[in-house]
């Protein structure tokens, strides 16, 4: 069965007890065993339910794992990968990362003495050298945050399996339908599901998505030990949402293709960072790493500096100023004093986040009506 037709239908078999052609919502925290001792599919809301349960079919299956875990939120999701380590671990993650990966990754993660090593994953020469003994995960993020670069994911298994490390891939922007790492060699697909794979802005997830047994197991333990799972609501909300995830992302990196190709003629803006575009120096990665379509998010600098860019996110109507991305609606956000506003000047600048930076999150709605309220925008400069 093709992407989209197992979007709509594993994991989503009618109820078989009515017959309704959509699963009813699960809110029991609790299950009736069959006697004493004996113990039936589902016993504690924690330990698994149907509803997630439900989620997690569809997950494994459009991201070709053996099985997937659903999680609070992504941040949850990536620490249950992290909490698998032990005191004395190494990890190897990329320096274009999430900034709440970057604060669990130093933060929290070191109180375990757990060390970490930031490195430019889009040259894996970096990552070869960044690797000892007692690295057991390497992390990265492609396309990462918030200036889509791109790491080639099956140079980076190669890397990490030949150092017995796991590669484990924060897919959240590339989306299954774009990229599916765990087929280039990745171990562990982390998707932040608040962003596409709801795709509505309303609710909050995480998921892994696994690739052997023996580490689905080695999860599915921490996940029941710790107990960020994700509630049967939003399991429900990002059931739905999955049903329709590859016309949004393939419709929305249309539109992110045609503006971020209108924007790089524009006078007013200094560079545009898009994988779609053929100077971004990951489109030959993103040619074979992506399939058809390039994504929704972009960035671009305008000459105008830090002023220009919070004028222009104040200025536009339909990209509305918020953090988060991936919905149907269009957001627009300013990295230096928004989503990066946390790292200090010298961090931004070796991040390559500049005050005139803008990030874009392209949602549905009519490519011309976006463009218009860019040009709007520039209008106001
Ligand atoms: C949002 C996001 C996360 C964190 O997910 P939450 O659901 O906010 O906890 C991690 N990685 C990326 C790339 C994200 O965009």
Same mark, same amino acid.
């Given at each position: ?54 989620? /997690? ?5 459009? &991201? ?68 000892? /003994? ?244 520039? &209008?106001?400069?």
């Amino acid at each position: 069965m093709q992407f989209r037709t197992r979007a709509i239908h594993i994991g989503n078999e009618k109820c078989p007890e009515t017959g309704a052609i959509v699963r009813p919502i699960h809110m029991a925290s609790t299950f009736v065993q069959p006697g004493a001792g004996d113990w039936g599919e589902f016993d504690y809301s924690r330990s698994g339910n149907p509803t997630r349960k439900s989620l /997690e079919t569809t997950l494994a299956s459009l &991201e070709g794992g053996c099985g997937a875990l659903c999680f609070a939120s992504g941040m949850a999701a990536t620490h249950g990968v992290v909490a698998m380590l032990r005191s004395g671990d190494h990890i190897v993650a990329s320096s274009d990362i999430y900034g709440g990966t970057y604060r669990l990754l130093h933060k929290i993660t070191d109180r375990a003495g757990i060390g970490v090593t930031l490195v430019d994953t889009t040259n894996p020469n970096h990552l070869e050298a960044a690797m000892t /003994e007692s690295t057991k995960l390497v992390w990265i993020e492609s396309p990462g945050n918030p200036r889509m670069t791109l790491t080639d994911i099956a140079a980076c298994a190669e890397i990490a399996h030949r150092h017995g490390a796991l590669l484990g891939v924060d897919s959240t922007f590339a989306t299954p339908v774009l990229t599916r790492p765990l087929e280039l060699g990745a171990d562990i697909v982390m998707h932040s599901a608040t962003k596409y794979l709801g795709g509505h802005s309303d609710l909050m997830g995480g998921a892994l998505v696994v690739r052997e047994p023996s580490l689905y197991d080695e999860l599915y333990f921490v996940q029941n030990a710790t107990g960020a799972i994700m509630g049967p609501m939003e399991a429900f909300l990002c059931s739905r949402g999955l049903k329709t995830l590859e016309l949004r992302v393939r419709e929305q990196s249309r539109s992110a293709q045609q503006i971020a190709e209108r924007l790089d003629f524009r006078v007013q803006v200094e560079r545009v960072l898009y994988p779609g575009l053929p100077d971004h120096p990951g489109h030959e990665i993103a040619l074979r790493q992506m399939q058809g379509g390039f994504g929704a998010m972009l960035s671009f600098e305008l000459r105008g500096g830090f002023k220009a860019a919070k004028r222009f996110v104040e200025s536009t109507q339909l990209f509305q100023l918020a953090v988060s991305l991936g919905a149907v609606e269009s957001l627009i956000e300013q990295p230096a004093s928004m989503s990066h506003a946390s790292y200090d000047a010298v961090d931004r600048a070796m991040h390559g986040i500049s005050d005139g930076m803008i990030r874009l999150s392209v949602g549905l709605e009519a490519v011309e009506d976006l463009q218009a309220d860019l040009q709007q925008a520039f &209008e106001k400069l």
